[in-house]
Every structure is written in structure tokens, then in C-alpha cells.
Nanobody, 127 residues
């Protein structure tokens, strides 16, 4: 089993920045994919950023491309999401996700491939 714990959410004004962190614990071995999903009220959960073990491949949803940056520190079993130029439409619960082995479809789609999920942290962007 793997446990994921997020931190760093909060309330920020539009145009501001936040940095989310996620620490993995438990049976954290292997070259797994990590990333972030979010779910806004009344909307489906979406994968917004993902990064491979080596860090050489990343994915960003169009809605966050150019504003968010994902990174990871394998020594700490951690993944981070730097969010800049935040917009009110970024308001959502952000959850960390981990894929041990992709099962089908795109490697960055945690809805299809995610094996472990964090509890989520609320990000609220005021206008």
C-alpha cells in the first residue's frame, strides 16, 4: 500500500501563486508516475499534470499549460505543483495521484491508470 498526503492548498487572489506538495509513503518502490488531478464543484475530475519517474516526460492539461509546473524529488518520494497566474476557474480540490503501471490509454490519465490517491487539498482563487 502507498499513502499520499498533500499540502499547500489555500485561498489566493487571482493572479497569485500556490505550491502544492505531495509526499508518498509506504511501499514506495519502482518507477511510478505521479501527478495531480482536480475536481471543481459540479465538474468531472480531470488529470492536469503528470511526470514520469525520470522526469523526462511531463503532461499538462491545456487549461493549466504555461501556468503550472510539475516536478518531483524521488529521494523524498515527493511531487510538487507550482501554480502561477491562478484564475478563479482553477478553484477545485486538488489531489495527488500515483500510477504504478499504466493499464491503458494515455500514461498521464490517472482516471484510467491511477492506483493510489491522496485525500485532496482545497484551492480557492478569488476574483
Amino acid at each position: 500500500q502507498v499513502q499520499l498526503a498533500e499540502s499547500g492548498g489555500g485561498l489566493v487572489q487571482a493572479g497569485g501563486s500556490l505550491r502544492l506538495s505531495c509526499a508518498a509513503s509506504g511501499r514506495t518502490f519502482g518507477t511510478y508516475i505521479m501527478g495531480w488531478v482536480r475536481q471543481a464543484p459540479g465538474k468531472e475530475r480531470e488529470s492536469i499534470a503528470a511526470i514520469t519517474w525520470s522526469g523526462t516526460s511531463t503532461f499538462y492539461a491545456d487549461s493549466v499549460k504555461g501556468r503550472f509546473t510539475i516536478s518531483r524529488d524521488n529521494a523524498k518520494n515527493a511531487v510538487y505543483l507550482q501554480m502561477n497566474s491562478l484564475k478563479p476557474e482553477d478553484t477545485a480540490v486538488y489531489s495527488c495521484a500515483l500510477t504504478v503501471r499504466a493499464k491503458g490509454g494515455a500514461w498521464y490519465e490517472f482516471e484510467q491508470n491511477g492506483d493510489y490517491w491522496g485525500q485532496g487539498t482545497q484551492v480557492t482563487v478569488s476574483s
